[in-house]
T-cell receptor
Framework: EAQVTQNPRYLITVTGKKLTVTCSQN?????MSWYRQDPGLGLRQIYY???????DKGDVPEGYKVSRKEKRNFPLILESPSPNQTSLYFC?????????????FGPGTRLTVL | RKEVEQDPGPFNVPEGATVAFNCTYS??????FFWYRQDCRKEPKLLMS???SGNEDGRFTAQLNRASQYISLLIRDSKLSDSATYLC????????????FGAGTRLFVKA
């Protein structure tokens, strides 16, 4: 079954404690992306990757890091989380060669930073 | 000005009504356009792509006007199951495939 998986699905942590949210896709997609969703603001792109070892900033990259060492995985790293990073996070993937392809989203990770 | 703007919601309509969503985007170099549907904080799912020639999928019709930088979605004969948030999505091609989401418009269809 084609899917994007994220872990953990729910996380409560404290300010400053480094965390990683994993994202994995089994569709051999080149393009992967991270978004955060906040009430009234919609989804905002944090980082995206067009292929292995190729990443670029989205609209709200501050406070986040990503890596793309393998095609299937695109982890999101918060080195020193702060309360303003409390949000619902979605990972997504799609093929790179045609902009019209649909994005497949993971189920979301609800993060609370105390 | 936001890069992608949608009608503020929510829209409350009776079953069987026709409802129209509007969306404008600011970057004239934008390449691709979509409508996504999101249920109750679940992951967004593609509803349909949007083309200048217009496209129709059953009760849903999407239209793009590049000159006005305007995208629309029309839902005819609305069903209870259409209740959701509808997201306008624009992909910018300059220098990469940056994806911009509108804030979404909430639709409530009532019996």
């Amino acid at each position: 079954e084609a899917q994007v998986t994220q872990n953990p699905r729910y996380l409560i942590t404290v300010t400053g404690k480094k965390l990683t949210v994993t994202c994995s896709q089994n569709m051999n997609h080149e393009y992967m992306s991270w978004y955060r969703q906040d009430p009234g603001l919609g989804l905002r792109q944090i980082y995206y990757s067009m292929n292995v070892e190729v990443t670029d900033k989205g609209d709200v990259p501050e406070g986040y890091k990503v890596s793309r060492k393998e095609k299937r995985n695109f982890p999101l790293i918060l080195e020193s989380p702060s309360p303003n990073q409390t949000s619902l996070y979605f990972c997504a993937s799609r093929t790179w060669d045609r902009a019209t392809d649909t994005q497949y989203f993971g189920p979301g990770t609800r993060l609370t930073v105390l | 000005r936001k890069e992608v703007e949608q009608d503020p919601g929510p829209f409350n309509v009776p079953e069987g009504a026709t409802v129209a969503f509007n969306c404008t985007y600011s970057n004239s170099a934008s390449q691709s356009f979509f409508w996504y549907r999101q249920d109750c904080r679940k992951e967004p799912k593609l509803l349909m792509s949007v083309y200048s020639s217009g496209n129709e999928d059953g009760r849903f019709t999407a239209q793009l006007n590049r000159a006005s930088q305007y995208i629309s979605l029309l839902i005819r004969d609305s069903k209870l199951s259409d209740s959701a948030t509808y997201l306008c999505v624009v992909i910018e091609g300059t220098g990469g495939f940056k994806t911009i989401f509108g804030a979404g418009t909430r639709l409530f269809v009532k019996a």
